[in-house]
């Protein structure tokens, strides 16, 4: 797109984005239908693994990648100015407006939409969270939204991100004003609104030159512009699970478990209906002329009449093996929650652990989440913070801060990112203890504080706890010739 466009183009362009969309909508509802159904629809699902096991992936990469009410972010000066005397000051005013954006993030209902976008992330491989200023007054600067994938429309860019998104939305007359305050709408379209009709309303975000460009339309018989601007971060931020080469959407665990939600679902209703018929069962009535199938009540002390020399009721055996399906439904529980990673997340409560125990599962997850984690992180974490501190800086809570490396970088703390640190660190830590017990000369070859810093730098420590390194002055150059004597 480019920056003067016209609305019937954004819409025209919304459309052939939803048509390249309309191959995975089926495969989504099918998702959401077995592992988070709406409330109509539950009454035809039997058994609820794959939605206990979708709850708690959704759950832990929220604990594991943005823990609420914890660090799991932090900025720091660039390598480069680290190592100047202006690093201390600058690590120092760097770290102040960490503590001020997680105040925002705390303060702000992110833990709360960040679970919603997790959760589409895990059924349908893709999530889309919106990220705004809020109203001056608010408890927090920074308002989220969890938007459904199903109302938005996506284009991958050059780089491979997802940096063009449409937002499909209908809203009544009041909601429209509400939010676009200062659209200018025609009089008869206002006064002669009933209150109880909707609008189609299209809201575009796409690169330009300059940042983001960003759009709203209001569709009818002639399009028209509600809001149109430019921001430095885009406000929608759209991620994946993973993708395939070609693709645009991603692919998450629950499409990849689908076949067996599918069938365990399948197996529970099997089982289900053989167990009323184990418990009931079904019987054989001779037509003798003096039973009546439609009179008979088996209940406690009841009398049934029968011919003479005939059988009266017998029973039917049911045809159903319970140990056979029974075998198979925990086979196909057991693939689900692999794939989920129910059983490879959760932390096993065993008191006889080790450190090393420990240290190894961290170790394990961190490789199974490792590509998504780094996907994760160039698609969600990144842009996010980035556009809250463009928001924060424009309401004067903290300076502008560009991370683009040269100046800051962002560095990651959270539960999962600390895992490579910790590893690390335990690798240098045995390399120093076996220094230490060589002595004499090997212990010299180590800079004891040069390790401290290393060590703060790896784990994640505050630059506070540090003692501020020396300036370092220019040495003198000697005299080149020695004075006269006198």
Same mark, same amino acid.
């Given at each position: ?225 509600? %809001? ?28 990849? %478990? ?65 140990? /056979? ?72 809570? /903290?300076?502008? /801060? ?85």
């Amino acid at each position: 797109m480019t920056q003067a466009i016209s609305p019937g183009e954004i819409l025209a362009r919304q459309a052939r984005a939803l048509d390249r969309r309309r191959p995975h909508e089926s495969s989504w509802r099918d998702a959401y239908d077995h592992v988070l159904p709406r409330h109509d629809l539950q009454a035809s699902l039997y058994d609820a693994t794959a939605a206990d096991a979708a709850e708690q992936l959704a759950a832990s990469l929220l604990a594991e990648l943005t823990p609420p009410w914890s660090r799991w972010f932090g900025l720091a000066p660039a390598d480069a100015m680290a190592e100047t005397e202006a690093g201390p000051a600058m690590a120092f005013a760097l770290e102040g407006t960490t503590r001020i954006l997680q105040t925002a993030f705390d303060r702000s209902n992110f833990a709360i939409e960040m679970h919603q976008a997790f959760l589409d992330l895990v059924i349908t491989g893709t999530g889309v969270i919106m990220v705004e200023e809020a109203p001056l007054g608010e408890a927090s600067a920074l308002r989220f939204t969890a938007i459904p994938i199903m109302s938005a429309v996506l284009e991958e860019g050059p780089s491979g991100r997802l940096t063009t998104i449409f937002r499909e939305t209908r809203q009544d007359m009041a909601e429209i004003l509400r939010r676009f305050p200062f659209a200018e709408l025609p009089e008869a379209m206002v006064k002669h609104d009933g209150g109880g009709q909707t609008y189609r309303v299209v809201e575009a975000v796409w690169p330009d030159s300059n940042g983001t460009r960003y759009a709203a339309v209001l569709d009818g018989d002639t399009p028209m512009l509600l %809001a149109q601007g430019g921001f430095a971060e885009s406000p929608f931020i759209a991620f994946r699970w993973l993708k395939a080469p070609g693709e645009i959407y991603g692919r998450g665990p629950v499409g990849k %478990a689908l076949p067996d939600i599918r069938t365990a679902n399948r197996v529970v209703e099997l089982v289900l209906k053989n167990a009323s018929i184990a418990c009931t069962g079904i019987w054989l009535a001779e037509d003798d002329g003096v039973l009546n199938p439609a009179t008979i009540e088996l209940i406690p002390g009841a009398i049934i009449p029968k011919a003479p020399g005939s059988a009266g009721l017998t029973p039917l055996a049911a045809p159903g093996n319970f140990d /056979v399906s029974q075998l198979v439904l925990n086979d196909l529980r057991a693939r689900i929650r692999s794939a989920l990673l129910a059983d490879r997340l959760n932390t096993p409560q065993d008191a006889r652990m080790t450190a090393t125990e420990v240290l190894e599962r961290s170790a394990q997850t961190a490789r199974l989440l490792g590509a998504t984690y780094g996907r994760l992180q160039t698609e969600l974490l990144t842009p996010m913070i980035a556009r809250s501190l463009a928001i924060l800086a424009r309401r004067g809570e /903290v300076p502008p /801060v560009l991370l683009d490396g040269h100046g800051a970088r962002l560095r990651y703390e959270s539960p999962l990112a600390r895992v490579q640190g910790r590893a690390d660190a335990a690798n240098t830590l045995l390399f120093l203890d076996a220094v230490a017990k060589i002595g004499g000369a090997a212990a010299a070859q180590v800079d004891a504080a040069a390790a401290t810093r290393w060590l703060a730098h790896t784990l994640g420590a505050p630059a506070e706890v540090l003692v501020p390194l020396a300036p370092t002055s220019a040495p003198t150059s000697a005299p080149t010739s020695a004075p006269a004597a006198a």
